[in-house]
Protein backbone atom coordinates (compact mmCIF):
# COMPACT_ATOMS: atom_id res chain seq x y z
CA UNK A 1 0.00 0.00 0.00
CA UNK A 2 1.45 3.37 -0.35
CA UNK A 3 0.16 6.68 0.43
CA UNK A 4 -0.35 8.97 -1.77
CA UNK A 5 -0.83 12.37 0.14
CA UNK A 6 1.24 13.85 2.92
CA UNK A 7 -0.01 12.42 6.16
CA UNK A 8 -0.69 15.41 7.18
CA UNK A 9 -3.15 16.26 4.87
CA UNK A 10 -4.62 12.90 5.35
CA UNK A 11 -6.92 13.39 8.59
CA UNK A 12 -10.01 13.16 7.45
CA UNK A 13 -11.54 16.61 7.40
CA UNK A 14 -15.17 15.55 8.64
CA UNK A 15 -13.94 13.35 11.72
CA UNK A 16 -15.48 10.56 13.03
CA UNK A 17 -14.05 7.33 15.24
CA UNK A 18 -12.05 6.32 12.63
CA UNK A 19 -8.21 6.57 12.49
CA UNK A 20 -6.39 9.07 10.00
CA UNK A 21 -7.18 8.55 6.23
CA UNK A 22 -4.98 7.38 4.09
CA UNK A 23 -5.44 7.50 -0.17
CA UNK A 24 -4.78 4.12 -0.39
CA UNK A 25 -4.87 3.93 -4.29
CA UNK A 26 -3.20 5.97 -6.90
CA UNK A 27 -5.11 8.81 -8.24
CA UNK A 28 -7.94 8.41 -10.78
CA UNK A 29 -6.22 10.17 -13.68
CA UNK A 30 -7.23 10.00 -17.83
CA UNK A 31 -5.65 9.93 -20.56
CA UNK A 32 -5.56 13.81 -20.87
CA UNK A 33 -3.96 13.75 -17.29
CA UNK A 34 -6.92 15.52 -15.76
CA UNK A 35 -7.26 14.14 -12.24
CA UNK A 36 -10.68 13.50 -10.65
CA UNK A 37 -11.34 14.27 -7.58
CA UNK A 38 -14.86 14.92 -7.89
CA UNK A 39 -18.08 13.18 -7.49
CA UNK A 40 -21.73 14.51 -8.19
CA UNK A 41 -24.36 11.79 -6.70
CA UNK A 42 -27.94 11.74 -8.05
CA UNK A 43 -29.57 10.66 -4.58
CA UNK A 44 -33.26 10.43 -6.96
CA UNK A 45 -34.43 11.31 -10.06
CA UNK A 46 -37.92 12.56 -8.60
CA UNK A 47 -38.52 15.85 -8.65
CA UNK A 48 -41.24 18.09 -7.32
CA UNK A 49 -41.00 20.41 -10.04
CA UNK A 50 -40.94 20.04 -13.64
CA UNK A 51 -38.32 22.56 -15.54
CA UNK A 52 -38.61 22.41 -18.67
CA UNK A 53 -34.63 22.19 -19.53
CA UNK A 54 -34.62 19.00 -17.68
CA UNK A 55 -37.65 16.86 -17.25
CA UNK A 56 -40.96 16.29 -18.97
CA UNK A 57 -43.86 17.93 -18.17
CA UNK A 58 -46.37 14.68 -17.39
CA UNK A 59 -46.61 11.12 -17.33
CA UNK A 60 -42.54 10.83 -15.88
CA UNK A 61 -41.31 7.52 -15.75
CA UNK A 62 -39.15 7.22 -12.44
CA UNK A 63 -37.29 4.64 -11.76
CA UNK A 64 -38.97 2.00 -9.05
CA UNK A 65 -37.49 2.54 -5.57
CA UNK A 66 -35.62 -1.35 -5.66
CA UNK A 67 -33.51 0.04 -8.30
CA UNK A 68 -32.50 3.05 -6.93
CA UNK A 69 -29.13 3.00 -4.61
CA UNK A 70 -29.65 2.86 -0.86
CA UNK A 71 -27.70 4.72 1.95
CA UNK A 72 -25.33 1.54 2.30
CA UNK A 73 -24.65 1.23 -1.51
CA UNK A 74 -23.71 4.99 -1.79
CA UNK A 75 -21.51 5.22 1.49
CA UNK A 76 -19.82 1.89 -0.05
CA UNK A 77 -18.90 3.45 -3.64
CA UNK A 78 -17.30 6.90 -2.00
CA UNK A 79 -15.33 5.03 0.35
CA UNK A 80 -13.79 3.05 -2.56
CA UNK A 81 -13.66 6.57 -4.25
CA UNK A 82 -12.02 8.05 -1.46
CA UNK A 83 -9.20 6.30 -1.83
CA UNK A 84 -8.64 6.85 -5.12
CA UNK A 85 -8.46 10.72 -4.10
CA UNK A 86 -11.89 12.01 -4.71
CA UNK A 87 -12.48 14.23 -1.81
CA UNK A 88 -15.45 16.67 -3.03
CA UNK A 89 -18.84 15.39 -2.85
CA UNK A 90 -22.04 17.18 -4.38
CA UNK A 91 -25.61 15.43 -3.65
CA UNK A 92 -28.17 16.15 -6.38
CA UNK A 93 -30.44 14.77 -9.08
CA UNK A 94 -33.87 14.70 -9.56
CA UNK A 95 -34.69 16.94 -6.61
CA UNK A 96 -32.52 15.40 -3.75
CA UNK A 97 -35.11 16.94 -0.81
CA UNK A 98 -37.68 14.72 -1.81
CA UNK A 99 -35.54 11.48 -0.86
CA UNK A 100 -36.52 10.20 2.67
CA UNK A 101 -34.10 10.58 5.64
CA UNK A 102 -31.59 12.47 3.23
CA UNK A 103 -29.89 13.87 6.39
CA UNK A 104 -28.68 10.52 7.00
CA UNK A 105 -27.25 10.23 3.95
CA UNK A 106 -25.51 13.48 4.46
CA UNK A 107 -24.09 11.94 7.81
CA UNK A 108 -22.75 9.02 6.61
CA UNK A 109 -20.89 10.92 4.16
CA UNK A 110 -19.59 13.47 5.83
CA UNK A 111 -18.00 11.06 8.22
CA UNK A 112 -16.34 8.96 5.12
CA UNK A 113 -12.67 9.35 5.52
CA UNK A 114 -10.92 11.77 3.39
CA UNK A 115 -14.16 13.38 2.33
CA UNK A 116 -13.16 17.17 3.15
CA UNK A 117 -16.06 19.02 0.97
CA UNK A 118 -20.25 17.65 1.03
CA UNK A 119 -22.37 19.78 -1.35
CA UNK A 120 -26.13 19.67 -2.38
CA UNK A 121 -27.83 21.04 -5.04
CA UNK A 122 -31.80 22.13 -4.67
CA UNK A 123 -34.14 23.23 -6.26
CA UNK A 124 -35.06 25.40 -2.37
CA UNK A 125 -39.03 24.02 -2.45
CA UNK A 126 -38.60 21.47 0.86
CA UNK A 127 -35.26 23.74 2.02
CA UNK A 128 -37.46 25.64 4.95
CA UNK A 129 -38.42 22.20 6.20
CA UNK A 130 -34.91 20.74 6.01
CA UNK A 131 -31.99 23.66 6.21
CA UNK A 132 -31.52 23.03 10.00
CA UNK A 133 -31.52 19.40 10.24
CA UNK A 134 -28.95 19.15 7.06
CA UNK A 135 -26.57 21.72 8.04
CA UNK A 136 -26.85 19.89 11.88
CA UNK A 137 -26.10 16.73 9.65
CA UNK A 138 -23.12 18.00 8.16
CA UNK A 139 -23.78 19.54 4.84
CA UNK A 140 -21.70 22.85 4.55
CA UNK A 141 -22.34 24.60 1.66
CA UNK A 142 -25.50 24.74 -0.60
CA UNK A 143 -26.28 25.71 -4.12
CA UNK A 144 -30.14 26.82 -4.67
CA UNK A 145 -31.80 27.17 -8.09
CA UNK A 146 -33.44 30.12 -8.74
CA UNK A 147 -33.72 31.53 -12.41
CA UNK A 148 -36.07 34.41 -11.44
CA UNK A 149 -37.57 36.84 -9.08
CA UNK A 150 -41.25 36.32 -11.07
CA UNK A 151 -43.71 34.16 -10.36
CA UNK A 152 -44.37 34.01 -13.91
CA UNK A 153 -40.83 33.18 -14.95
CA UNK A 154 -40.76 30.21 -12.24
CA UNK A 155 -43.84 29.16 -13.58
CA UNK A 156 -42.87 29.02 -17.21
CA UNK A 157 -39.74 27.14 -16.31
CA UNK A 158 -40.91 24.97 -13.64
CA UNK A 159 -44.27 24.54 -14.93
CA UNK A 160 -45.85 24.28 -11.70
CA UNK A 161 -45.79 26.78 -8.67
CA UNK A 162 -43.49 27.39 -5.97
CA UNK A 163 -41.53 30.20 -6.22
CA UNK A 164 -42.64 31.56 -2.51
CA UNK A 165 -41.41 28.71 -0.90
CA UNK A 166 -37.58 28.27 -3.08
CA UNK A 167 -37.46 32.15 -1.40
CA UNK A 168 -38.20 30.47 1.71
CA UNK A 169 -35.78 27.85 1.71
CA UNK A 170 -33.49 30.72 0.67
CA UNK A 171 -34.30 32.75 3.95
CA UNK A 172 -34.28 29.54 5.93
CA UNK A 173 -30.42 28.24 4.46
CA UNK A 174 -29.19 31.52 5.59
CA UNK A 175 -30.73 31.60 9.05
CA UNK A 176 -29.40 27.79 9.45
CA UNK A 177 -25.53 28.88 9.19
CA UNK A 178 -24.35 27.31 5.81
CA UNK A 179 -20.44 28.33 5.11
CA UNK A 180 -21.64 28.72 1.43
CA UNK A 181 -24.65 29.10 -0.40
CA UNK A 182 -24.76 30.27 -3.78
CA UNK A 183 -27.74 30.83 -6.23
CA UNK A 184 -28.21 28.70 -9.51
CA UNK A 185 -29.63 30.99 -12.91
CA UNK A 186 -30.21 28.85 -15.85
CA UNK A 187 -30.07 31.71 -18.43
CA UNK A 188 -32.74 31.37 -21.70
CA UNK A 189 -32.83 33.43 -24.62
CA UNK A 190 -36.64 35.05 -24.50
CA UNK A 191 -37.36 34.05 -21.12
CA UNK A 192 -34.55 34.75 -18.14
CA UNK A 193 -33.38 38.28 -20.19
CA UNK A 194 -35.42 40.57 -17.60
CA UNK A 195 -34.08 38.46 -14.72
CA UNK A 196 -30.81 39.21 -14.79
CA UNK A 197 -30.34 42.39 -13.38
CA UNK A 198 -33.05 41.55 -10.53
CA UNK A 199 -31.31 38.39 -9.65
CA UNK A 200 -28.31 40.59 -9.54
CA UNK A 201 -29.47 43.20 -7.13
CA UNK A 202 -31.32 39.95 -5.17
CA UNK A 203 -27.77 38.44 -4.53
CA UNK A 204 -26.06 41.35 -3.50
CA UNK A 205 -28.86 42.08 -1.11
CA UNK A 206 -29.18 38.86 0.21
CA UNK A 207 -25.34 39.02 0.66
CA UNK A 208 -25.60 35.06 -1.88
CA UNK A 209 -23.28 34.46 -4.57
CA UNK A 210 -24.83 34.25 -7.60
CA UNK A 211 -23.75 31.91 -10.92
CA UNK A 212 -25.45 31.92 -14.62
CA UNK A 213 -25.14 28.71 -16.10
CA UNK A 214 -26.03 28.55 -20.06
CA UNK A 215 -28.58 26.37 -21.05
CA UNK A 216 -27.57 23.01 -22.05
CA UNK A 217 -28.85 20.80 -24.57
CA UNK A 218 -30.23 17.90 -21.96
CA UNK A 219 -34.09 18.59 -21.82
CA UNK A 220 -35.90 15.84 -21.73
CA UNK A 221 -38.20 16.66 -24.73
CA UNK A 222 -35.57 17.53 -27.03
CA UNK A 223 -36.31 20.56 -27.86
CA UNK A 224 -32.98 22.20 -27.15
CA UNK A 225 -31.84 24.91 -29.56
CA UNK A 226 -29.00 26.80 -29.85
CA UNK A 227 -30.70 30.22 -30.20
CA UNK A 228 -31.95 29.68 -26.78
CA UNK A 229 -28.61 29.88 -25.18
CA UNK A 230 -28.42 33.32 -23.81
CA UNK A 231 -24.45 33.27 -23.27
CA UNK A 232 -22.87 34.37 -20.42
CA UNK A 233 -21.40 37.53 -22.04
CA UNK A 234 -24.35 38.56 -22.84
CA UNK A 235 -25.68 38.31 -19.29
CA UNK A 236 -22.04 39.84 -18.09
CA UNK A 237 -22.94 42.93 -20.30
CA UNK A 238 -26.47 43.37 -19.20
CA UNK A 239 -24.54 43.64 -15.10
CA UNK A 240 -22.41 46.07 -16.37
CA UNK A 241 -24.74 48.22 -17.94
CA UNK A 242 -26.94 48.15 -14.82
CA UNK A 243 -23.92 47.87 -12.30
CA UNK A 244 -20.74 48.97 -13.87
CA UNK A 245 -17.62 47.08 -14.90
CA UNK A 246 -17.15 43.48 -13.12
CA UNK A 247 -13.50 42.77 -12.07
CA UNK A 248 -12.01 39.04 -12.81
CA UNK A 249 -11.55 37.36 -9.81
CA UNK A 250 -8.35 34.68 -9.92
CA UNK A 251 -9.26 30.89 -10.10
CA UNK A 252 -8.06 29.08 -6.97
CA UNK A 253 -8.76 25.80 -8.65
CA UNK A 254 -8.39 25.95 -12.51
CA UNK A 255 -11.24 23.00 -12.71
CA UNK A 256 -14.07 25.39 -11.30
CA UNK A 257 -16.63 25.55 -14.16
CA UNK A 258 -17.23 28.94 -13.48
CA UNK A 259 -16.02 32.02 -14.31
CA UNK A 260 -15.99 34.67 -11.18
CA UNK A 261 -16.00 38.29 -11.20
CA UNK A 262 -16.64 40.48 -8.20
CA UNK A 263 -18.62 44.07 -8.91
CA UNK A 264 -17.12 46.82 -8.53
CA UNK A 265 -17.96 48.45 -5.09
CA UNK A 266 -17.07 45.18 -3.61
CA UNK A 267 -20.27 44.04 -3.15
CA UNK A 268 -20.66 40.42 -4.10
CA UNK A 269 -19.36 38.02 -6.63
CA UNK A 270 -20.88 36.67 -9.83
CA UNK A 271 -19.81 33.52 -11.75
CA UNK A 272 -20.97 32.31 -15.37
CA UNK A 273 -20.65 28.67 -16.57
CA UNK A 274 -20.67 28.70 -19.72
CA UNK A 275 -20.29 24.89 -21.20
CA UNK A 276 -21.59 26.07 -24.44
CA UNK A 277 -20.06 29.31 -25.54
CA UNK A 278 -16.47 28.23 -23.65
CA UNK A 279 -16.46 24.36 -22.83
CA UNK A 280 -14.28 24.05 -19.87
CA UNK A 281 -13.73 20.20 -20.77
CA UNK A 282 -9.83 20.28 -20.64
CA UNK A 283 -9.71 21.61 -16.61
CA UNK A 284 -12.76 18.62 -15.77
CA UNK A 285 -12.35 16.50 -12.22
CA UNK A 286 -15.80 15.42 -12.19
CA UNK A 287 -17.78 12.18 -12.06
CA UNK A 288 -21.05 11.02 -11.67
CA UNK A 289 -23.06 7.96 -9.77
CA UNK A 290 -26.78 7.89 -11.50
CA UNK A 291 -29.51 7.19 -9.20
CA UNK A 292 -29.28 3.95 -9.85
CA UNK A 293 -25.36 3.00 -9.66
CA UNK A 294 -24.21 3.90 -13.10
CA UNK A 295 -20.87 5.82 -13.39
CA UNK A 296 -20.64 8.20 -16.04
CA UNK A 297 -17.48 10.41 -17.10
CA UNK A 298 -19.15 13.33 -18.11
CA UNK A 299 -22.56 14.92 -17.95
CA UNK A 300 -23.13 14.26 -22.02
CA UNK A 301 -21.43 10.72 -22.13
CA UNK A 302 -23.53 7.95 -23.91
CA UNK A 303 -21.59 4.95 -21.87
CA UNK A 304 -22.17 4.12 -18.56
CA UNK A 305 -20.20 1.59 -16.04
CA UNK A 306 -22.56 0.13 -13.66
CA UNK A 307 -21.34 -0.22 -10.43
CA UNK A 308 -25.16 -1.57 -9.15
CA UNK A 309 -24.20 -4.48 -11.12
CA UNK A 310 -20.81 -4.51 -8.41
CA UNK A 311 -22.33 -3.66 -5.59
CA UNK A 312 -25.40 -6.30 -5.46
CA UNK A 313 -23.27 -9.26 -7.03
CA UNK A 314 -21.44 -9.49 -4.29
CA UNK A 315 -18.49 -7.61 -6.16
CA UNK A 316 -15.62 -6.76 -4.06
CA UNK A 317 -13.92 -3.02 -3.68
CA UNK A 318 -11.19 -3.87 -5.35
CA UNK A 319 -13.73 -4.09 -8.60
CA UNK A 320 -15.78 -1.62 -8.06
CA UNK A 321 -12.45 0.27 -8.15
CA UNK A 322 -10.95 -1.14 -11.54
CA UNK A 323 -14.47 -0.31 -12.68
CA UNK A 324 -14.08 3.42 -11.79
CA UNK A 325 -10.54 3.49 -13.39
CA UNK A 326 -12.12 2.23 -16.29
CA UNK A 327 -15.11 5.38 -16.87
CA UNK A 328 -12.45 7.35 -16.04
CA UNK A 329 -9.80 6.37 -18.69
CA UNK A 330 -12.41 6.37 -21.38
CA UNK A 331 -13.36 9.84 -20.62
CA UNK A 332 -13.15 11.99 -23.96
CA UNK A 333 -11.26 15.46 -24.42
CA UNK A 334 -14.53 17.32 -24.34
CA UNK A 335 -18.68 16.54 -24.95
CA UNK A 336 -18.43 18.16 -28.29
CA UNK A 337 -21.50 20.09 -28.36
CA UNK A 338 -20.38 22.09 -31.27
CA UNK A 339 -19.46 19.42 -33.67
CA UNK A 340 -21.75 18.23 -36.37
CA UNK A 341 -21.61 15.03 -35.00
CA UNK A 342 -22.59 16.01 -31.68
CA UNK A 343 -25.01 13.31 -30.24
CA UNK A 344 -26.98 13.78 -27.17
CA UNK A 345 -26.98 11.20 -24.47
CA UNK A 346 -30.30 9.79 -24.50
CA UNK A 347 -30.83 10.26 -20.58
CA UNK A 348 -32.00 13.96 -19.60
CA UNK A 349 -30.85 15.95 -16.54
CA UNK A 350 -32.78 14.56 -14.09
CA UNK A 351 -31.82 10.94 -14.80
CA UNK A 352 -28.43 12.04 -14.68
CA UNK A 353 -27.41 14.25 -11.80
CA UNK A 354 -26.86 18.10 -12.53
N1 LIG B 1 -33.30 19.62 -8.56
C1 LIG B 1 -32.12 20.29 -8.16
C2 LIG B 1 -32.07 21.68 -8.72
O1 LIG B 1 -32.81 21.99 -9.65
O2 LIG B 1 -31.26 22.45 -8.23
C3 LIG B 1 -30.86 19.54 -8.48
C4 LIG B 1 -30.78 18.85 -9.80
S1 LIG B 1 -30.72 19.93 -11.18
C5 LIG B 1 -30.64 18.78 -12.50
C6 LIG B 1 -29.11 20.62 -11.03
C7 LIG B 1 -28.86 21.92 -11.76
O3 LIG B 1 -28.91 21.67 -13.14
C8 LIG B 1 -29.88 23.00 -11.47
O4 LIG B 1 -29.22 24.19 -11.12
C9 LIG B 1 -30.61 23.15 -12.77
O5 LIG B 1 -31.09 24.45 -12.96
C10 LIG B 1 -29.53 22.77 -13.77
N2 LIG B 1 -30.03 22.32 -15.06
C11 LIG B 1 -31.00 21.41 -15.30
N3 LIG B 1 -31.17 21.23 -16.63
C12 LIG B 1 -30.27 22.04 -17.24
C13 LIG B 1 -29.95 22.29 -18.60
N4 LIG B 1 -30.59 21.67 -19.60
N5 LIG B 1 -28.97 23.19 -18.86
C14 LIG B 1 -28.32 23.81 -17.86
N6 LIG B 1 -28.57 23.60 -16.56
C15 LIG B 1 -29.54 22.73 -16.25
FE1 LIG C 1 -36.36 19.22 -10.91
FE2 LIG C 1 -33.93 20.33 -10.71
FE3 LIG C 1 -34.75 19.20 -13.01
FE4 LIG C 1 -35.90 21.46 -12.23
S1 LIG C 1 -33.73 21.18 -12.76
S2 LIG C 1 -36.96 19.62 -12.98
S3 LIG C 1 -35.88 21.23 -10.07
S4 LIG C 1 -34.38 18.18 -11.11
Known amino acids: MQ ?13 GPEAPFQQAESPLVDALGRVHNSLRISVTDRCNIRCFYCMPNENVRFKPRHEILSFEEIER ?3 VVARMGVSKL ?3 GGEPLVRANLPELVRRLSAVGGIQDLALTTNGILLAEQAGELQRAGLRRLNISLDGLREETFRRIARRDGLER ?19 AVAIRGITEDEVVPLGEFARRQGLELRFIEFMPLDAEGNWQQEQVLTGEEIRARLEDAFGPLVAIERPDPSQPAVDYQ ?11 NPVSQPFCGDCNRLRLTAEGQVRNCLFSTVEWDARAVLRGDGTDQQLADLVRQCVAAKKPGHGI ?4 FVKPQRAMYQIGG
Open 3 to 15: GWLPVDENTARAG
Open 77 to 79: FVR
Open 90 to 92: RLT
Open 166 to 184: VLQGIFAAQRAGFEKIRLN
Open 263 to 273: FADGMGRIGFI
Open 338 to 341: DSPV
